[in-house]
């Protein structure tokens, strides 16, 4: 059994900022990768930012030069540094774990997602 979780989100004006957490527990041999999603209202749900094991990192367009993805090995832990943050950030906003997992192999987890709102 593997699980994570995310914590950070809230409300936001309109060219702040905002750190996400999202931190893997249970019972997994490594992490392979992390990536943040999200989904606005009536939109599907986006690749925001990705980082590998080996520390390689990618971001979408719309947020290169805002967000910045990193991860604390030891911590089991990923972040996502929101800056310059504007009204079409408003998702609720997932963590996945590409794990390697004591029974269920390699798999993507998904925590439970975290509102983001940007006011103007």
């Known amino acids: 059994q593997a699980q994570v979780r995310e914590s950070g989100g809230g409300l936001v004006q309109a060219g702040g900022s905002l750190r996400l957490s999202c931190a893997a527990s249970g019972s997994f041999f490594s992490i392979n990768a992390w990536g943040w999603y999200r989904q606005a209202p009536g939109k599907q749900r986006e690749l925001v930012a990705r980082?590998?094991?080996?520390?390689?990192?990618n971001y979408a367009d719309s947020v290169k030069g805002r967000f910045t993805i990193s991860r604390d090995n030891a911590k089991n832990t990923v972040y996502l540094q929101m800056n310059s943050l504007k009204l079409e950030d408003t998702a609720v906003y997932y963590c996945t774990a590409d794990l390697d997992a004591v029974v269920a192999g390699r798999k993507n987890y998904w925590g439970q997602g975290t509102q983001v709102t940007v006011s103007s």
């Open positions: 980082i590998t094991s080996g520390g390689s990192t």
